[in-house]
């Protein structure tokens, strides 16, 4: 009886607030930003609670409970660091918490920085170089002219796009402006602006899929539990 009661509130309370949300349709209102501020604070509780949780209970005081001494020297420059940051929340004392703030966003740009190499950068250049290595080619040699050509429109892809964003110019001689190489400014830099307006339009598709198929979710959802009660 309690789950009966439960799973009925919960239908009840996701009916009124994707009603909320879907009246945005006719602009913006009070029962949108409602549903906005319900979000927003029950996305921060959430992150609230998986912080102290994850970080404050599992990360610093469940080691000093457990095992003091081992865990003394990475536990206390933790907690350290964390009450230093608090002096950011006083405007006179705010200055103070400068020297951690910029630790902080220097290991964070430098995990940015080195997960954009590492992840993206280098995965890129050897699946380019792959593309056209006949070791990963079909053993048969099955459909090897559309491995091919499939492996030469990545390539020259990834290379046009470099291109495009190649900004490096040179003298033409006294009294001209510095330019670019005629390859790149001609051909190079429209071929890749190309490729970057394709791949913008198939990510736009995409998300305007996977919204539009929310929409319809939610819509269904609507719909079934009008006939529910009905």
Known sequence: MQTGLADIFGLIIGFLLTLMVLSYIIGDNFLFRLAMAIFVGVASGYAAVLVIYNVLWYQ???PLLTNPTANLAL????ALLGIWLLTKGSSRLARFGN???AFLVGVGAATAVGGAIFGTILPQFNASTNLLNLQ???PDGAGLVSWFIKGLVILVGTLVTLAYFHFGVRSQGEGSLPQRHPLIENFLAPAGQAFIAVTFGVLFAGV???ALGALIDRVRF?????????
């Open 60 to 62: 610093l005081i469940v």
């Open 75 to 78: 536990t206390i420059p933790s």
């Open 99 to 101: 020297p951690v703030l």
């Open 136 to 138: 990963y080619a079909s």
């Open 208 to 210: 305007y899929a996977a």
């Open 222 to 230: 609507v719909l079934d539990i009008i006939l529910r009660f009905l």
